[in-house]
């Protein structure tokens, strides 16, 4: 009975930490998508009115390393945390 009790705790604790790391993957991956949509839609905006602003540009390339080195570390404390 006692075995049985660690048993089941153990599967319950496992199943727990697995549901929080694919929680985790998940906020990864929207991350991800949306670097990749704003991104894209700042390319497009600069097409659209020329390279004319390129402080914006600058702005947006130091927005866009801040996040992807955002999403690097929460990627490196997934992996730890598998």
């Known amino acids: 009975m006692q075995y049985e009790c660690i ?3 153990f599967i319950v604790l496992y199943a727990v930490m ?3 790391a694919c929680s985790q ?3 990864l991956t929207a991350k991800l998508r949306d ?3 704003n991104h894209f839609m700042s390319e497009c905006d600069s097409i659209r009115e020329g390279d004319n602003k390129e402080e914006g ?3 947006s390339k130091s927005n866009f390393q801040t996040t992807l ?3 690097v570390q929460l990627h ?3 992996m730890r945390y598998v």
């Open 7 to 9: 048993f089941f705790g």
């Open 18 to 20: 697995v549901c929080v």
């Open 57 to 59: 540009d600058l702005v």
């Open 35 to 37: 670097i990749k949509h």
């Open 25 to 27: 993957l998940e906020k």
């Open 76 to 78: 490196q404390l997934i």
């Open 69 to 71: 080195k955002e999403c």
